[in-house]
């Protein structure tokens, strides 16, 4: 059946629902990815590109953005990762012939999911002012739409340029280098709404924004904290990290609402022992913690520490770090009661973590989504940060910092410039290598680029990748956002729903994915990305591409430059596109770090980016030390008969796209509306499982946004709190309810009622 997408709307309400498992992966994952990875690719296929995955010289995984081992295995993949190759690589197609068939209307009535499983897109599309269907176009022409509409701006700061996390280093670099030379700094990214947070946090605390461990590090460490990271599904290559580190005598330490199967036990598909055996525990520890506790357990944790005779490692504080004087006064008032209220834990939990954190030497915490997506999420990783600093756990083997990155080169795109408050330093290296002033002053983010569609003050919308409507909170203020701008310009490769809710005309450019052969003039390229620890190295597909048609995102980027900026540009767009090697020697002297670029990611396996704090313990922070940080406590709460609610990622879902309607291991099969609920909490709002209730919204200026329809999961989730799936539950966030300072929005805790209702029919 591979190559025929499904008919008709499968995606239905009404889930079967049974116990939650307490394992995750062993064969039962293997023939899950298999199972997908042949209906989409065949079997010949299959086999072909899933033994390329990770491989030295094969492609970039396009799942997560984890790394990878050194020794790599035959199959260095994972079935999640398997399904975003499937995905990608799936034999079905969208053709001229589908849009002549479905006019925009009827595909704006259909779901994500539905759309995502048409397959690749093969052709430019153009949805004309007043047409009522995309219609095929060449090249040429859909550049000189989008330059007519650039060219026709009042200032540059009218356009927006979204991207994605799956751009390659290469066209990431040319995107914002076209976008500076176009006048504007309006580049906001997947990563405003991601790991922002930990942007901001690190940035200010120990001078850079990324992680400091390596692999390496992990199999190094007497204690791993994973808080607020589900890597069962997210990124399962992390399970073979945390099974190798618990076999050296790792401790681990889980912090989370839900008790996630893959952190409870993980069989890996890789040995024997994961596929006939019982696999391996990992969690040595489970903190069942509220929504949003974590800044309280940190700040706790700290004054415990303190309080312990030769605990904090006094040379390294006096020695590298800054503001340890108000940070301790402030330690020291950390309140027993306050903090078993915010993290609903027992003191005897808290004291087993604390006896765990005393008997490890060295430290590492690892923390996702369920961290950065709260409106106090920077104190909380800062809070985070000085738990480290204490026992001076930065920078040296086995210890230090770990935010676990999303889409496979969400950190590289921001390492080549993709952002909207760039650094003066790389401005000036980019005006000294390209000739050209770029602006200076900061552009819109996510959230501010949505109000500024708004309010009619952004007008041409360019994405580079991604599904911005479904991806971004408030989505009926999104969406009526997005309709008001004149053109809206997506780089795809496959139908989703921000290519049907348009600016006044629309246009689908579809390009390569990582899977694919890149040809150009001067032969075969490759591009490069940098993954979670700050390892760069080449990505090279191997497949046809899905059409003829299609063209590269470096290629797309450059032949938009030339004829977007045209002659005043005395950028070689041309060369650029001939050949990447090109690329690769600008970038080489524009970003710290590249030099030497095309000779050390020619090496198999790349190279390292430095990393000052974990490589010599030196803090390029405004103090020139790292900085302890002392902000009060804050933690959400919600009212009598209200509940916090979590909007988080099922098993078969890659952000907006849906591979399936299951989510294995939390027992969810054949459907996504679901709200899990504690037994508890569900029966005292007299909602047993299997009811049905629309989830309300309550946001502090009084006003409420309704997510209809959801099945009631009685669920072993922490005392107070719900959860349900990402993109349906976008609604209900609003558009002002993000994170202090880093401005992501704040979409793991929203105070929710739930209404009963009948069950669907
Ligand atoms: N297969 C697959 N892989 C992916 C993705 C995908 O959608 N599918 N998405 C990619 C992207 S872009 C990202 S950013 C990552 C996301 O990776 P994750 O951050 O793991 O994704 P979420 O599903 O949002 O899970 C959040 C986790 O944090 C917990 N949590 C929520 N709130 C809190 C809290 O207040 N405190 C604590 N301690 N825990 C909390 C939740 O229970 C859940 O386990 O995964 C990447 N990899
Ligand atoms: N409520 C709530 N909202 C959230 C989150 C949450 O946890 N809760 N998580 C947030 C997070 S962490 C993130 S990262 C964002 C994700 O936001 P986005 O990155 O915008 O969304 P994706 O769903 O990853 O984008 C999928 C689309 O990317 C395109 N695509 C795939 N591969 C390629 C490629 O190689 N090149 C190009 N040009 N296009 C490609 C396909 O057309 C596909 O439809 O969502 C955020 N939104
Ligand atoms: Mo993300």
Same mark, same amino acid.
């Given at each position: 059946m591979a190559g025929k997408p499904p008919t008709? #709307?499968? +995606?239905? #309400?009404?889930p079967d629902v049974t116990a939650p498992q307490h394992a995750a992966a062993g064969l039962p994952a293997i023939a899950h990815s298999l199972r997908v990875a042949h209906e989409q690719m065949g079997v010949r296929r299959t086999a072909l590109t899933l033994l390329k995955v990770n491989q030295k010289d094969g492609f970039d995984c396009p799942g997560c953005a984890w790394p990878e081992p050194d020794k790599r295995h035959a199959a260095e993949f994972c079935e999640n990762g398997a399904k975003a190759v499937a995905e990608e690589a799936t034999l079905r197609r969208v053709t001229p012939a589908f849009f002549a068939e479905h006019p925009v209307a009827d595909l704006a009535e259909r779901s994500g999911y539905w759309l995502g499983q048409q397959g690749r897109l093969t052709q430019p599309m153009y949805l004309a002012e007043g047409a009522d269907r995309y219609e095929p176009v060449t090249w040429d022409r859909a550049f000189d739409v989008i330059a007519g509409e650039l060219q026709a701006l009042t200032t540059p700061d009218q356009a927006v340029f979204y991207t994605s996390g799956r751009t390659s280093n290469e066209a990431a670099f040319l995107y914002q280098l076209f976008a500076r030379e176009f006048g504007t700094n309006n580049l906001p990214d997947c990563s405003n709404m991601c790991h922002e947070s930990s942007g901001s946090a690190l940035t200010e605390t120990? /001078?850079?924004?990324? /992680?400091? +461990?390596?692999?390496e590090d992990l199999y190094k460490a007497d204690l791993i904290i994973v808080a607020?990271?589900?890597? /069962? &599904?997210?990124?399962?290559?992390m399970l073979s990290a945390l099974e190798k580190a618990k076999a050296g005598g790792t401790k681990i330490i889980t912090v989370n609402p839900l008790p996630e199967a893959g952190l409870e036990r993980f069989k890996n598909p890789q040995n024997v022992r994961g596929l006939a055996g019982g696999g391996t525990a990992l969690t040595d520890l489970f903190l069942q913690i509220r929504l949003g506790g974590d800044q309280a357990l940190f700040r706790l944790l700290n004054r415990l520490v303190l309080e312990t005779e030769g605990a904090v490692d006094t040379a390294f504080i006096a020695e590298h770090t800054h503001g340890y004087a108000d940070f301790e006064r402030t330690a020291r008032t950390a309140d027993w009661d306050e903090t078993l209220r915010a993290t609903g834990l027992r003191r005897e939990e808290i004291e087993s973590a604390l006896r765990m954190i005393l008997a490890s030497r060295r430290t590492i915490v690892c923390w996702a989504m369920g961290l950065t997506q709260h409106k106090h999420a920077v104190p909380t990783i800062k809070e985070v940060v000085n738990f480290l600093l204490l026992r001076g756990n930065i920078g040296r083997p086995g210890a230090g910092v770990c935010p676990v990155r999303g889409h496979s080169n969400v950190q590289g795109d921001r390492t080549m410039g993709i952002f909207e408050r760039p650094a003066p330093a790389f401005l000036d290296a980019l005006e000294k290598e390209f000739g050209f002033a770029p602006p200076r002053e900061h552009g819109l983010d996510v959230v501010r680029a949505i109000r500024a569609l708004r309010d009619g003050q952004a007008k041409v919308f360019f994405a580079m990748g991604g599904n911005f409507v479904s991806a971004t909170p408030d989505t009926d203020v999104t969406e009526a956002a997005v309709r008001r701008a004149r053109l809206t310009v997506h780089v795809s490769t496959k139908l989703n729903r921000s290519h049907v809710i348009t600016g006044a005309h629309a246009l689908i450019l579809p390009t390569l994915g990582r899977t694919e052969r890149d040809r150009q003039h001067t032969g075969e390229q490759f591009v490069t990305v940098e993954d979670s620890m700050g390892m760069v190295h080449a990505s090279r597909g191997r497949l046809a591409p899905a059409s003829p048609h299609l063209l590269s995102e470096p290629a797309i980027v450059c032949r938009l430059a030339r004829r977007a900026l /045209?002659? &005043?540009? &005395?950028?070689p767009w041309e060369d650029f596109e001939n050949d990447y090697a090109a690329i690769r020697d600008r970038i080489s002297r524009v970003v710290p770090g590249f030099h030497d670029f095309n000779t050390r990611v020619a090496r198999p396996g790349g190279f390292t980016l430095p990393h000052a704090p974990r490589d010599n313990r030196t803090f390029p922070t405004t103090t020139g030390k790292a900085n302890f940080t002392a902000a009060p406590v804050e933690y959400p709460t919600a009212p009598e008969g209200r509940l916090l609610l979590q909007t988080l990622r099922s098993h078969d879902q890659y952000n907006t796209t849906i591979y399936g309607l299951d989510d294995r291991y939390r027992g969810i099969k054949n459907g996504r509306r679901v709200v899990l609920v504690h037994p508890d909490d569900a029966t005292a709002l007299g909602l047993p499982d299997g009811t049905y209730a629309d989830l309300v919204s309550e946001w502090t200026d009084g006003s409420e946004r309704r997510a209809p329809g959801f099945r009631v999961v009685h669920y072993p989730t922490a005392r107070g709190c719900a959860a349900a799936y990402y993109p349906e539950t976008n609604v209900l966030v609003p558009l002002d309810h993000t994170a202090d300072t880093s401005n992501t929005p704040a979409s793991k805790s929203l105070v929710v009622r739930l209404e009963p209702q009948q069950a669907p029919a």
């Open positions: 008709g #709307d499968p +995606v239905q #309400d009404a120990i /001078g850079i924004g990324k /992680g400091s +461990v390596l692999l607020g990271q589900n890597p /069962g &599904t997210n990124h399962p290559r /045209g002659p &005043t540009s &005395t950028t």
